[in-house]
């Protein structure tokens, strides 16, 4: 007997009679087929450990049997799926990705799974320094930040308050504005740092810078003379 599928089939086995010797005999057997179990299904990715926010790992399945269909799912975890790429979420933890492949005539449904670590981004800080911190109103003043690690790439955003003055890229770790804009008045500067794919984001301390108004001539007998 050939299974073809999976099931339950009855044999029957017939006798003929024979004339002077038997009536006609039959027997019946009942045999059940089960499914086969598959191969094992194997998950790899090219990152077991990503950051969070930023971090992708790109998963591959290999082994199985038969014809049926893999899908991929999210199974724990702050992550997302799309396809066979995962993307790290907001927090650190573990992501679990589990594959199937589905049954088909022959082999029961099987599956298997990985575990990606979702990493917290190395902490990063920025000092921030002005060339001057009172100064009269038109007078250029520099401002010089630096973010530590120094190998963080990314850039710095100058702010006055909410107002932001200028976004300037990294160079080694640093980077300089030079303003000549401000108003009139106090200014609390600060420098925000964008982050990059393993380093988070930071903002410095405030610089308070003074701005006074420059004296007028027709008017100032100190600056007449």
């Known amino acids: 007997v050939t299974t073809v599928s999976a099931g339950t089939v009855t044999i029957t086995a017939t006798q003929a009679a024979v004339v002077g010797v038997n009536v006609q005999a ?8 089960v499914k086969n179990v598959q191969a094992a299904l ?13 971090g992708k790992a790109t998963i591959s399945v290999a082994g199985g049997s038969g014809s049926g269909a893999v899908t991929l799912a999210l199974t724990s975890g702050n992550c997302s799926l799309s396809g066979n790429v995962l993307s790290a979420g907001t927090t650190a933890g573990n992501c679990v990705v589990t594959a199937t492949k589905a049954a088909d005539a022959t082999y029961n449904a099987a599956s298997g799974s990985i575990t990606i670590q979702v990493q917290n981004l190395t902490v990063s800080s920025v000092s921030l320094a002005a060339t001057q911190t009172q100064v009269m109103e038109s007078v250029p003043v520099t401002l010089s930040a630096s973010v530590n690690p120094a190998s963080s790439t990314g850039s710095i955003s100058f702010m006055d308050g909410a107002v932001k003055l200028a976004t300037v890229p990294l160079n080694n770790g640093t980077a300089s504005f030079v303003t000549k804009d401000l108003a009139v008045g106090s200014h609390s500067i600060t420098a925000s740092y964008s982050g990059d794919a393993t380093t988070d984001v930071s903002t410095s301390t405030a610089v308070v810078i003074a ?11 100190v600056v007449k003379s």
Request: aromatic content about 6%; overall charge positive; charged content about 20%.
């Open 211 to 221: 701005v006074g108004k420059r004296p007028d001539p027709s008017s100032n007998a």
């Open 26 to 33: 039959t027997q019946s057997y009942s045999l059940t087929v």
């Open 42 to 54: 194997v998950l790899t990715a090219d990152k077991t450990a990503i950051y969070k926010n930023t």
